[in-house]
C-alpha cells in the first residue's frame, strides 16, 4: 500500500499548489485563489481577501478537572466585497462528517456571515450542495436506466 502524505493524502511535493511564496492546502484552492481572487481584487469587486482564518465555534472549557480544546473553523477564503459583505468560502473536493457538523455550528454562531461550500466541476466554480445534489440526481438516473434495461 502506499504511503499517504497526510491526514487527506495531501502530497508533500507542493509544485502544483504554490502560488507565488503561499502553499495552499489543495490545488483547487490555489486555482481559486488566481482564477477568482486575484481577478476580483483587482477589478475592485473584492474589497479585501484572508486565507486560514480561524472562527471560534466553542469556546476551551474544563470538565471535572480536563482541559477541553476550543473548536475552530478554519476559512480558506474570507472575502469582503465592494458592499462590505463578509463571505467565508471553503473549497471542498469532498466533505467529511466534521466538516459538515462544524459548517451547522458555524451558521448557528455567525448567522450574519455568508458560507459558502465551492467547488469545481466542468471547469466552472460551483455551490458544492448543488453539485452533490446534481451527482445524486444524475446516480438515481443511472440507476432507473439499469432498471429499466435501456
Known sequence: MAKRDS?????????????????????MEKDFYQLVCIPALLSGEYKSVKMQVPYVLQEKF????EKIRDIRYVADFVIVDSK?????????????????????????????????????????????????KRKRENRKLKKNKEKSGE
Open 7 to 27: 491526514k487527506f493524502n495531501v502530497s508533500k511535493d507542493v509544485t502544483n499548489r504554490q502560488y507565488k511564496d503561499i502553499i495552499f492546502d489543495s490545488k
Open 62 to 65: 474544563e470538565y471535572f478537572g
Open 84 to 132: 462590505n459583505k463578509t463571505i467565508v468560502v471553503d473549497i471542498k473536493g469532498f466533505s467529511t462528517a466534521d466538516a459538515l457538523i462544524k459548517a451547522k455550528l458555524f451558521k448557528f454562531k455567525f448567522p450574519k456571515i455568508q458560507l459558502k461550500w465551492i467547488t469545481r466541476y466542468g471547469g466552472e466554480w460551483v455551490i458544492y450542495e448543488q453539485n452533490e
